[in-house]
């Protein structure tokens, strides 16, 4: 059985409100896809995700699973800047090591 | 709009700071399932409320506490609990340290629900339930988890607690964290279960070095009074 990934693009993100981009992943991860985001998304964007995929769990989606690299901070030590973000179903994807620049996983299908 | 949100944040920033001594503070039990939560909140309540008086159960079955529960009126006092019992160590059952708390926080405590990404019924089945009552189940832990999220609009400080024995780099304890700091809300972290053979405090230590890491036994109260003292020092 074949894997999708959808890798998106910084540029994409960015031109997204913040509601789009959780419907957006959502959606995308609901349907079985692996979905990975340049820049990723702020811990914030990240505790809706995951609230929003709370209120989605049922007996045949058992939600996400979600790794990150954590953002880095940026100008004057304020405004963080967010990293890489990839995140599938909870039933195909395990993070098996994840470090500060690492993420492994395993990806498998249902 | 983003200047607007940052000026937002630092007002809110300020708020905090100058509010924040004044009445009794919101102290949420943050963490993943199974790290203890319930068995810390009941620790603290035992030790400076009532010791016959639980506000959850703690079992080996995740998700056991799916409502977050406030215990308000909670008075940590280490002056008077070390001159009501000079020799031991705030209810530890580990051996006798030297008393040096002389810390006073009023709070209330706040037993959450366990975050987590994903609930899946088939793993309550694994503990022996019965597939209706782990749909059940799984549908409450799911609303548990919601509510705890929201339940951070109205938190003061966290205490958010991690197993020692487990690998603390996960993306939950990130993303609390990454939540408090941009809320500008004081965060300690205990790292609990330390009376496990395969704990390793220091791996939370070393994960997150930007934070004050308590190495702590819940369930024997092993170190609880450097958790208090640092409680008392943060959260006032």
């Known amino acids: 059985m074949e894997i999708k990934m959808n890798l998106i693009s910084e540029d994409k993100i960015n031109s997204m409100t913040s509601t789009e981009k959780l419907r957006f992943v959502l959606d995308g991860v609901k349907s079985g896809d692996i979905v990975v985001l340049e820049g990723g998304l702020t811990s914030e964007e990240q505790m809706k995700l995951i609230e929003l995929t709370m209120t989605e769990v049922d007996d045949d989606f058992s939600g996400i699973e979600m790794s990150g690299y954590p953002s880095k901070k940026g100008f004057l030590n304020i405004r963080k800047k967010t990293r890489l973000t990839v995140i599938g179903p909870a039933k195909m994807m395990h993070t098996t090591k994840k470090d500060k620049d690492l993420i492994s996983a395993i990806i498998s299908a249902i | 709009m983003k ?25 949420g039990i943050y963490g993943p399932p199974n790290a203890g939560k319930t068995t810390l909140t009941n620790r603290i309540i035992h030790t400076f409320v009532d010791e016959n008086e639980d506000v959850g159960t703690a079992t080996e079955v995740p ?27 705030l209810n530890s059952e580990s051996e006798v340290k030297p008393k040096r708390g002389k810390a006073k926080l009023k709070l209330d405590v706040v037993d959450t629900p366990g975050l987590a990404t994903k609930i899946d019924f088939h793993e309550f089945m694994a503990y022996g339930l019965e597939e209706d009552e782990a749909k059940r ?20 400080g966290i205490v958010l607690l991690m197993d020692s024995t487990e690998d603390p780099y996960t993306q939950t304890n990130i993303v609390i964290i990454g939540n408090m700091e941009a809320r ?37 109260g092993e170190n609880m009074l ?11």
């Not at chain 2, 977050?68 to 031991?88: C, F, H, Q, Y």
């Not at chain 2, 009376?195 to 190495?215: E, G, K, M, T, Y």
């Open chain 2, 137 to 156: 189940r799984a549908k409450e832990a799911t609303e548990g988890v919601i509510e705890a999220i929201k339940w951070l609009d109205d938190i003061d």
């Open chain 2, 3 to 27: 200047s607007k949100r940052r000026w937002k944040s630092i007002l809110t920033l300020l708020r905090r700071a100058l509010s924040f001594r004044k009445g009794t503070a919101k102290i």
């Open chain 2, 184 to 220: 500008g809300i004081p965060i300690i972290i205990a790292a609990n279960k330390v009376d496990l053979v395969d704990a390793s405090p220091q791996r939370i230590a070393n994960a997150f070095p930007q934070h004050s890491v308590i190495p702590i036994s819940a369930l024997k």
């Open chain 2, 226 to 236: 450097d958790l208090y003292e640092e409680m008392a020092r943060r959260f006032r």
């Open chain 2, 63 to 89: 998700h056991e506490t799916r409502r977050a529960v406030r215990r308000a009126g909670v008075t940590i006092d280490l002056k008077a609990k070390s001159l009501e019992n000079p020799n031991s160590d």
